[in-house]
T-cell receptor, first 116, second 115 residues
């Protein structure tokens, strides 16, 4: 149980285009989802927290208009990188927390984004 | 400021030997503590957590961690390392009063087990 999937697992896009990454909780309802960014050989940086049906809460320094987060249902959250630039290339990881456990987050396998 | 420190970027251990990956934290109050493992190009996998109770916590794949409140540490241990344990390990803490369920991650320690 507690499986989180991400799609796509990797994506290459051209500079200036937008790309959408999906995060799904497959066997539980995710009341809260988190989006992280990980640079090579570095730790995870929390970008934003989203609760189903409400606006995401962004961490300081994260551009809301650039990284659009939608948490439309209890099993799906999306991250859209708008007008992507090469510096947005990174590994994006989502995690989900169910209402039953306040202690644990379940992580997706990550999405490798490369902007050319 | 709340933080998690993993003082070693890399730990090298021979297969069959015990291993320790260090973690210290600085948060207000009593935290929830976690260890995660990450394999190349993969997300994080949960290993174990400390919430309350016994200071020695046992987790997946034979790993365990000891919570030491006086030293504010939560070191990850395994009695006998396997080559397959080679991966990136993250210590994480969720402050007790974190209303947003935020988890603060350490910088990660790369564990390399040589045959």
């Amino acid at each position: 149980g507690a499986v989180v999937s991400q799609h796509p697992s990797w994506v290459i896009c051209k500079s200036g285009t937008s790309v959408k990454i999906e995060c799904r909780s497959l066997d539980f309802q995710a009341t809260t989802m988190f989006w992280y960014r990980q640079f090579p050989k570095q730790s995870l940086m929390l970008m934003a927290t989203s609760n189903e049906g409400s606006k995401a809460t962004y961490e300081q320094g994260v551009e809301k208009d650039k990284f659009l987060i939608n948490h439309a249902s209890l099993t799906l959250s999306t991250l859209t990188v708008t007008s992507a630039h090469p510096e947005d290339s990174s590994f994006y990881i989502c995690s989900a927390r169910s209402g039953r456990s306040i202690y644990e987050q379940y992580f997706g396998p990550g999405t490798r984004l490369t902007v050319t | 400021a709340q933080s998690v420190a993993q003082p070693e970027d890399q730990v090298n251990v021979a297969e069959g030997n015990p291993l320790t990956v260090k973690c210290t934290y600085s948060v207000s109050g009593n935290p929830y503590l976690f260890w995660y493992v990450q394999y190349p190009n993969r997300g994080l996998q949960f290993l174990l957590k400390y919430i309350t109770g016994d200071n020695l916590v046992k987790g997946s794949y034979g790993f365990e961690a000891e919570f030491n409140k006086s030293q504010t540490s939560f070191h990850l241990k395994k009695p006998s390392a396997l080559v397959s344990d080679s991966a990136l390990y993250f210590c994480a803490v969720r402050p007790l009063y974190s209303s947003a369920s935020k988890i603060i991650f350490g910088s990660g320690t790369r564990l390399s087990i040589r045959p």
